[in-house]
T-cell receptor, first 115, second 115 residues
Framework: AQSVTQLGSHVSVSEGALVLLRCNYSSSVPPYLFWYVQYPNQGLQLLLK??????LVKGINGFEAEFKKSETSFHLTKPSAHMSDAAEYFCAVSDRENTGNQFYFGTGTSLTVIP | GAGVSQSPSNKVTEKGKDVELRCDPI?????LYWYRQSLGQGLEFLIYFQGNSAPDKSGLPSDRFSAERTGGSVSTLTIQRTQQEDSAVYLC?????????????FGEGSRLTVL
Protein backbone atom coordinates (compact mmCIF):
# COMPACT_ATOMS: atom_id res chain seq x y z
CA ALA A 1 0.00 0.00 0.00
CA GLN A 2 0.99 3.56 -0.54
CA SER A 3 1.98 5.90 2.25
CA VAL A 4 2.07 9.67 2.25
CA THR A 5 4.22 11.76 4.55
CA GLN A 6 3.62 15.42 5.19
CA LEU A 7 6.48 16.97 7.10
CA GLY A 8 5.28 19.53 9.59
CA SER A 9 1.79 19.27 11.01
CA HIS A 10 1.79 23.04 11.59
CA VAL A 11 3.40 25.70 9.41
CA SER A 12 3.31 29.43 10.10
CA VAL A 13 4.27 32.07 7.59
CA SER A 14 3.99 35.83 7.46
CA GLU A 15 1.58 37.40 5.04
CA GLY A 16 3.42 37.89 1.74
CA ALA A 17 6.02 35.24 2.50
CA LEU A 18 6.66 32.02 0.58
CA VAL A 19 4.50 29.05 1.44
CA LEU A 20 6.14 25.61 1.25
CA LEU A 21 4.27 22.52 2.35
CA ARG A 22 6.10 19.23 1.97
CA CYS A 23 4.77 15.91 0.75
CA ASN A 24 6.61 12.66 0.09
CA TYR A 25 5.13 9.39 -1.04
CA SER A 26 6.32 5.81 -1.04
CA SER A 27 5.96 4.00 -4.31
CA SER A 28 8.22 2.49 -6.94
CA VAL A 29 5.69 3.50 -9.56
CA PRO A 30 4.81 7.18 -9.70
CA PRO A 31 1.24 7.54 -8.54
CA TYR A 32 -1.31 10.18 -9.27
CA LEU A 33 -0.72 13.06 -6.86
CA PHE A 34 -3.10 15.56 -5.33
CA TRP A 35 -3.27 18.47 -2.95
CA TYR A 36 -6.53 19.25 -1.22
CA VAL A 37 -7.41 22.18 1.01
CA GLN A 38 -9.90 22.19 3.87
CA TYR A 39 -11.21 25.45 5.23
CA PRO A 40 -12.76 25.44 8.73
CA ASN A 41 -15.99 23.46 8.96
CA GLN A 42 -15.91 22.56 5.29
CA GLY A 43 -15.13 19.51 3.23
CA LEU A 44 -11.96 19.11 1.21
CA GLN A 45 -11.59 20.71 -2.19
CA LEU A 46 -9.01 20.03 -4.85
CA LEU A 47 -6.16 22.52 -5.20
CA LEU A 48 -4.27 20.75 -7.96
CA LYS A 49 -3.30 17.33 -9.26
CA UNK A 50 -0.58 15.62 -11.24
CA UNK A 51 -1.40 12.68 -13.47
CA UNK A 52 0.97 12.88 -16.41
CA UNK A 53 2.89 15.36 -18.52
CA UNK A 54 4.43 18.55 -17.16
CA UNK A 55 5.81 18.01 -13.69
CA LEU A 56 5.06 21.54 -12.52
CA VAL A 57 1.36 21.79 -11.91
CA LYS A 58 -0.54 25.00 -11.29
CA GLY A 59 -3.68 25.06 -9.23
CA ILE A 60 -6.21 27.45 -7.83
CA ASN A 61 -5.46 30.47 -5.67
CA GLY A 62 -1.89 30.81 -6.94
CA PHE A 63 -0.67 27.46 -5.64
CA GLU A 64 1.59 25.15 -7.58
CA ALA A 65 3.37 21.88 -6.97
CA GLU A 66 6.22 20.06 -8.64
CA PHE A 67 6.44 16.31 -9.05
CA LYS A 68 10.00 15.11 -8.52
CA LYS A 69 10.29 11.41 -9.23
CA SER A 70 13.88 11.16 -7.99
CA GLU A 71 12.85 12.59 -4.63
CA THR A 72 9.40 10.94 -4.52
CA SER A 73 8.07 14.37 -3.60
CA PHE A 74 5.20 16.65 -4.51
CA HIS A 75 5.74 19.80 -2.47
CA LEU A 76 3.16 22.59 -2.57
CA THR A 77 4.25 26.20 -2.91
CA LYS A 78 2.85 29.67 -3.22
CA PRO A 79 5.11 32.69 -3.71
CA SER A 80 3.17 35.07 -1.47
CA ALA A 81 0.89 33.97 1.36
CA HIS A 82 -2.47 35.62 1.86
CA MET A 83 -4.54 35.62 5.02
CA SER A 84 -7.22 33.63 3.20
CA ASP A 85 -4.74 30.77 2.69
CA ALA A 86 -5.03 29.78 6.35
CA ALA A 87 -6.43 26.25 6.22
CA GLU A 88 -5.58 22.56 6.48
CA TYR A 89 -3.76 21.09 3.50
CA PHE A 90 -3.73 17.43 2.60
CA CYS A 91 -1.50 15.62 0.16
CA ALA A 92 -2.96 12.50 -1.41
CA VAL A 93 -1.88 9.81 -3.83
CA SER A 94 -3.75 7.32 -5.94
CA ASP A 95 -2.09 4.16 -7.15
CA ARG A 96 -1.87 3.89 -10.95
CA GLU A 97 -1.63 0.13 -10.64
CA ASN A 98 -4.76 -0.22 -8.60
CA THR A 99 -7.90 -0.23 -10.67
CA GLY A 100 -9.81 0.12 -7.45
CA ASN A 101 -8.68 3.74 -7.44
CA GLN A 102 -7.80 3.88 -3.79
CA PHE A 103 -6.74 7.25 -2.43
CA TYR A 104 -4.22 7.63 0.39
CA PHE A 105 -4.03 10.83 2.40
CA GLY A 106 -1.31 12.39 4.49
CA THR A 107 -2.01 13.56 8.01
CA GLY A 108 -2.37 17.16 6.91
CA THR A 109 -0.54 20.42 7.48
CA SER A 110 -2.24 23.31 9.18
CA LEU A 111 -1.16 26.59 7.66
CA THR A 112 -1.29 29.77 9.75
CA VAL A 113 -0.72 33.12 8.09
CA ILE A 114 0.54 35.85 10.38
CA PRO A 115 -0.44 39.41 9.50
CA GLY B 1 -27.87 18.45 -6.13
CA ALA B 2 -24.72 20.01 -7.46
CA GLY B 3 -22.40 18.64 -4.80
CA VAL B 4 -22.01 15.81 -2.33
CA SER B 5 -24.59 16.14 0.39
CA GLN B 6 -24.20 14.69 3.87
CA SER B 7 -26.62 14.52 6.74
CA PRO B 8 -26.85 15.19 9.56
CA SER B 9 -24.19 17.88 9.70
CA ASN B 10 -23.95 17.41 13.45
CA LYS B 11 -24.97 14.49 15.61
CA VAL B 12 -24.64 14.18 19.36
CA THR B 13 -25.42 10.80 20.80
CA GLU B 14 -24.96 8.82 23.97
CA LYS B 15 -22.50 6.02 24.29
CA GLY B 16 -24.06 2.73 23.26
CA LYS B 17 -26.58 4.20 20.82
CA ASP B 18 -26.60 3.44 17.11
CA VAL B 19 -26.17 6.21 14.54
CA GLU B 20 -26.73 6.46 10.81
CA LEU B 21 -24.94 8.93 8.59
CA ARG B 22 -26.14 9.60 5.09
CA CYS B 23 -24.28 10.55 1.93
CA ASP B 24 -25.87 11.62 -1.34
CA PRO B 25 -23.13 11.68 -4.00
CA ILE B 26 -22.97 13.72 -7.16
CA UNK B 27 -25.33 12.33 -9.76
CA UNK B 28 -23.53 9.97 -12.13
CA UNK B 29 -20.57 9.35 -9.87
CA UNK B 30 -20.09 5.62 -9.57
CA UNK B 31 -17.41 5.62 -6.89
CA LEU B 32 -18.14 6.60 -3.31
CA TYR B 33 -15.80 6.76 -0.34
CA TRP B 34 -16.20 7.19 3.41
CA TYR B 35 -13.39 8.67 5.48
CA ARG B 36 -13.06 9.48 9.16
CA GLN B 37 -11.24 12.59 10.32
CA SER B 38 -10.39 12.73 13.98
CA LEU B 39 -9.04 15.84 15.72
CA GLY B 40 -5.45 16.36 14.71
CA GLN B 41 -5.45 13.32 12.46
CA GLY B 42 -5.48 12.84 8.74
CA LEU B 43 -8.19 11.16 6.76
CA GLU B 44 -8.70 7.54 7.70
CA PHE B 45 -10.16 5.44 4.89
CA LEU B 46 -13.21 3.47 5.92
CA ILE B 47 -14.95 1.98 2.91
CA TYR B 48 -15.14 2.33 -0.87
CA PHE B 49 -17.97 1.52 -3.28
CA GLN B 50 -17.43 1.23 -7.03
CA GLY B 51 -20.45 0.56 -9.19
CA ASN B 52 -21.86 -2.90 -8.65
CA SER B 53 -18.59 -4.36 -7.40
CA ALA B 54 -18.21 -5.67 -3.89
CA PRO B 55 -17.21 -2.79 -1.61
CA ASP B 56 -13.71 -2.46 -0.23
CA LYS B 57 -14.35 -2.65 3.51
CA SER B 58 -10.73 -2.93 4.51
CA GLY B 59 -10.73 0.34 6.44
CA LEU B 60 -13.67 -0.31 8.74
CA PRO B 61 -12.20 -0.23 12.28
CA SER B 62 -14.52 -2.78 13.85
CA ASP B 63 -17.63 -4.84 13.21
CA ARG B 64 -19.67 -2.07 14.79
CA PHE B 65 -19.18 -0.14 11.55
CA SER B 66 -21.05 -0.99 8.38
CA ALA B 67 -22.12 0.79 5.23
CA GLU B 68 -24.35 0.19 2.31
CA ARG B 69 -25.09 1.88 -0.93
CA THR B 70 -28.53 1.47 -2.37
CA GLY B 71 -29.18 1.65 -6.09
CA GLY B 72 -25.65 2.80 -6.75
CA SER B 73 -26.40 6.21 -5.30
CA VAL B 74 -27.13 7.11 -1.67
CA SER B 75 -24.94 5.55 0.97
CA THR B 76 -25.52 5.07 4.68
CA LEU B 77 -22.76 4.56 7.23
CA THR B 78 -24.01 2.88 10.38
CA ILE B 79 -22.17 2.79 13.67
CA GLN B 80 -23.63 0.45 16.26
CA ARG B 81 -23.13 0.74 20.00
CA THR B 82 -21.19 3.95 19.64
CA GLN B 83 -18.12 4.56 21.75
CA GLN B 84 -16.47 7.85 22.69
CA GLU B 85 -13.55 7.10 20.40
CA ASP B 86 -15.99 7.13 17.48
CA SER B 87 -16.29 10.90 17.88
CA ALA B 88 -14.99 12.41 14.67
CA VAL B 89 -16.01 14.04 11.42
CA TYR B 90 -17.16 11.49 8.87
CA LEU B 91 -16.50 12.62 5.32
CA CYS B 92 -18.05 11.22 2.18
CA UNK B 93 -16.57 11.71 -1.28
CA UNK B 94 -17.54 10.66 -4.76
CA UNK B 95 -15.87 10.52 -8.13
CA UNK B 96 -16.41 9.23 -11.63
CA UNK B 97 -15.51 5.66 -12.49
CA UNK B 98 -12.23 4.37 -11.16
CA UNK B 99 -9.21 3.46 -13.22
CA UNK B 100 -8.38 7.08 -13.97
CA UNK B 101 -7.39 9.35 -11.12
CA UNK B 102 -10.30 11.69 -11.16
CA UNK B 103 -10.91 14.32 -8.57
CA UNK B 104 -12.61 13.36 -5.33
CA UNK B 105 -15.54 15.60 -4.48
CA PHE B 106 -16.17 15.84 -0.75
CA GLY B 107 -19.21 16.63 1.28
CA GLU B 108 -18.96 18.94 4.26
CA GLY B 109 -18.98 16.03 6.65
CA SER B 110 -21.05 14.78 9.55
CA ARG B 111 -19.61 15.68 12.93
CA LEU B 112 -20.35 12.92 15.42
CA THR B 113 -19.98 13.49 19.15
CA VAL B 114 -20.43 10.54 21.47
CA LEU B 115 -20.99 11.52 25.08
Amino acid sequence: AQSVTQLGSHVSVSEGALVLLRCNYSSSVPPYLFWYVQYPNQGLQLLLKYTTGATLVKGINGFEAEFKKSETSFHLTKPSAHMSDAAEYFCAVSDRENTGNQFYFGTGTSLTVIP
Amino acid sequence: GAGVSQSPSNKVTEKGKDVELRCDPISGHTALYWYRQSLGQGLEFLIYFQGNSAPDKSGLPSDRFSAERTGGSVSTLTIQRTQQEDSAVYLCASTLAGGVAGELFFGEGSRLTVL
